[in-house]
């Protein structure tokens, strides 16, 4: 299966994550529709999927959305799915109806960065949007039938907060139906927010062992409407699984308390 990855935006939009120092020093814009056309005209005809580069292509907005399907349609006629990452406080920007087009457009699978169910925690972090919102806005991708991965991060909330943090999470997730739960490991980069945080003591980082007993306690609270792919195979995680909630609970957990155990 033939994927073809299109550049659409560069740089962050909002580039203000305590966490992220990915994009750092590359200032945000918008690809023009020429260099678009361009990479679509010299693509292979018979590409599946479309991958849509940057930290956020839904920052485009929908005409210029709709108008990019259009375009991958045209030019790459077998492309059956286009995905992309995106922010909840990208989609605020859409209706139901606009994300209902895109759908029918061909957008059919989205990435997007909850982190954590706690508002203080995403405040810390500068994540730009609450618990409620991300939970509105996903909810909103379900009425429109987008399907999407919701991606989180243990660790986030710091030491001693693990278990709080977990069930928190859980309890975000069981609001809607998402596709996959994808997790990450939190890691403490140089030059970000939170490295300069945890030098002034002002977060203390969770260790390996309450990370797992994270994993575990998510496990334990998740309670999806659909069968839902649980997934730490991310290359920041302390533990790779994955399997499909809830019919493979049971054996992830224990796959996890083996690794509490020894940690």
Known sequence: ??????????GCLCNRCAFC?????????????ADIEAELRSGNLHTEKVFLTGADPMSIGFDRMKRLLEMIRHYLPYCHRVGAYAS???IAGYSVD????LHDAGLRMLYIGFETGRDDVLKLMNKGHT????VEQAQKLNAAK??????????IAGAGQSE??????????????????????????????LNHMVKGSDFVPSSGRERMIEIRTLLENLEPEKPTVFDTTHPSNIIKISGTLPWDRQKLIKD????????
Do not use: D
Not at 21 to 33: L, T
Not at 131 to 134: D, G, K, L, T, W
């Open 88 to 90: 909840v406080k990208n």
């Open 164 to 193: 709080e943090n977990a069930v928190a999470t859980a309890g975000m997730i069981n609001r809607f139906a998402t596709q996959k739960v994808i997790t990450m490991s939190l890691i403490v980069l140089n030059n970000t927010k």
């Open 21 to 33: 120092s990915m994009y750092k020093n590359v200032a945000y814009r918008q690809i023009s529709f």
């Open 98 to 101: 606009e994300l209902a087009v």
């Open 146 to 155: 987008i399907p999407f991965c919701t991606v989180i991060m243990y660790g």
């Open 131 to 134: 618990v409620q919102e991300a």
């Open 1 to 10: 299966m033939h994927t073809c990855l299109l550049p659409v935006t560069s």
């Open 256 to 263: 996890v308390e083996r690794h509490v155990e020894i940690s």
